[in-house]
């Protein structure tokens, strides 16, 4: 006999299973959707589910474990996670962070006694023009000012359902401030399929390797040969996944895409589809966007109503093609297009040892090709003008037009699209820039430049991106820069491997031991180390870019860490003083008499 | 006749389907490997057989051997990456050796006495992790696990149980059992599992013989690793076919 426990596992997860199947391959998904019943994932629970699933239960804990938004304990009615990229840092959200944590009685990271609600943070939502940002229970929330925090924490206390909440603390902009011919697109749906269907699948794929399109994601590697390699594997089935992981903080540009040429980003697939001879297709949408999901789902019904999708599509027997979504749960690795696939086949979402490369083996280890969500638009409107046109935009090397997320000290933050080319001076005029000190370009991963640099040109020729554009101005401080930057990287490790599983940590220890006043000249020759570990040995790009943002801040703000450094060749890390901390804590003193003196003050 | 490639100058013969450092063990020649064990896929995680292949870096445990690549191993600019890595595995966890029942027949050991780790590197970040000593039979010490996965692979493969596997992510990666509880005790595991003699390091271990042989006459008390390691591996080449570094490859 089943005890009231089981019965309520059974209630949740018989229409989940029912609906997603019980196959382990879509454990996440059910994961994802359990956890929406409970908060968490009892343990309990998880036995259940892998009876059901028929796998071990360890596998479904492992999995769990790997992601940010699954928990396995408690964690509040209310779980509060502020976005803290630097972006929201420069827009406030520590003091708001306190403020809420004070209100709602909650120490960061931990539940409140009454289980009521967890505060903690998360990596950037993808919210960068319109910070700071958090996400309640997955739902994004923009613009929070004192007075919005306070309004939520009051709607917390109240135990006011999510879905009563005001609509106007959900309103997601789009920003877009300099449109081109990707954002202005206004074809009809299946206009592009129509004269793809008329080229066939060879000429597909000949026109977008003469269109000399290029990989959105920051990679860059070419469209056409990727399409032509995985139309030429060996396998029972191809697949087509669309990237929308869009983890690299400072990039929001895919958002945008999807809530304004979700049409087109599916019409790429399609034809995707149709030059590599694929039935199935997928988006892997990070869990950040989860508001999407539904206005996804019913677009891609109504492609379905017009048989734009589906069996014999636009009636050209034999061609079957359809998509499914499916959210990630806080993983940025997950971008990564083998760790990616991976997450798609109900797994951590760890990098393969390549090769084999996805185009080969990829999901179900057959012929995949993944591209992100701005390369299938541009290859939809490569197909749609054909190549010579789309060849004429932008630069040789660097063809069409590429989305830029502006972020950071400007007036204007948003998306704007330029033709490749496009200077870093260009757009800080366009975005009203002033004073401007630095510009990350395409998130912690790539470069950092100075002033001296704001001549050169986004494209593969010169400053390759996958669209993250921040300002800062000559306010900021660029070691506070970098060091958040490193406390994201040892955050998304996925510590496969023994390079970025502790040198993102020992990274992170180095930066917070600077940033405490403990730093010396010593500690920066150890990032150099590291760094040359780390790009050795690491097992993808995670770990090998990882040392980056201090390498390059070093570079041009050397005085940002100077300043801050003890003139010792070495010190020690360990704090006297700072051990005591806790013991403050727990008898509420924070008197002289509870101190240490320093011997040179005594 | 079978294809070749060079290794630090010797010439390395290989079957299809062997990677790198497969092909290296079975001619004799020695490549520090730590996660490695020539019973299981390969899968290149804590990178101690780092290797230059035609001047880059690579995993040589998953790389593919093909002919005529040329192998770069037992230079310095190699083994001073190794023992970062050494060193790294060190500060990640608790290793106290000169109260480890395993001292002489580890292996994260053994390979930091034959690399010369003479330091400690890094700042040790002294990890809280609770034994499990549920279990009437066997101890786990989650103080030394270097997240290899060889038990997690040997209970999988081997054993047909996945009494072990890996949860978390990051630096906060851990070794975990399979049952409710989180105790071994709750678990199927047997003495006689593969999984429990694939440890390098103790952290899986049999209650009740911990000294039995005394420290200091241990296997690796004796001769250091690169001479005992190609006991370890097998004679005969993998014949196969087929890609063994390919994760579930066809």
Known sequence: MMDTQTHRYADCLTPILGRLGSDAINLLQILRELQDCFGYLPADSITYLAKKLSIPRSRIESVASFYSFLHLQHHGEYRVLFSDNITDRMLGNQPLLQAMCHQLWVQLGKVSEDGLVSINTTSCTGMCDQGPAMLVNGHAITRLTHQRVQEI??????????????ADFFRVEDNICRGGLLLGNKLEPGEILRTALALGADKIVEAIKESNLRGRGGAGFPTGLKWEGCRNAQGTEHYVVCNADEGEPGTFKDRVLLTTQADLVFEGMTLCALAVGAQQGFVYLRGEYQYLLEPLQA??????DSNLLGKNILGQNGFDFDIKIHLGAGAYICGEESALIESLEGKRGVPRNRPPFPVTHGYLQQPTAVDNVETFCQA????????????????EKSTGSKLISVSGDCPRPGIYEYPFGVSVREILQDCGAVNTLAVQISGPSGVCIGENEFNRKLGFEDLPTAGAFMVF??????FEVARNYVHFFAHESCGFCTPCRVGTSMLKQTMDKIAAGHGTQHDLREVENLDHVLQSTSHCGLGRTACNPVLHTLKHFRPAYESRLKSLDFEPAFDLDGALARARQMTGRDDAGAHLKMESES | MSDTFQLDGKTIPFESGQTVLQAALAADSYIPHLCYHPEFKPHGSCKLCTVKVNGRTAASCTMPAEAGLNVESDIEELNALRRTLVQMLFAEGNHFCPSCEKSGNCVLQALGYDLEVHTAGFRHMYPDRPLDASHPDILLDFNRCILCELCVRASGEVDGKNVFALAGRGITKHLIVNAESGLLADTNIALTDKAMDVCPVGVILRKGVGFSQPIGERRYDKSPIRAQALQDAPREADNKGGCDACEDAP
Not at chain 1, 156 to 162: D, E, G, M, S
Not at chain 1, 473 to 478: G, K, L, T
């Open chain 1, 299 to 304: 677009i891609l019904q109504r492609r379905r």
């Open chain 1, 473 to 478: 101005d000559d306010s900021r401080d660029m």
């Open chain 1, 153 to 166: 924490a009051q709607l917390i206390c109240n135990r006011t359902p999510l879905g009563d909440w005001p």
């Open chain 1, 380 to 395: 939809a409107l490569a197909i749609h003008m054909g190549a010579d046109k789309f060849r004429a935009i932008g630069t």
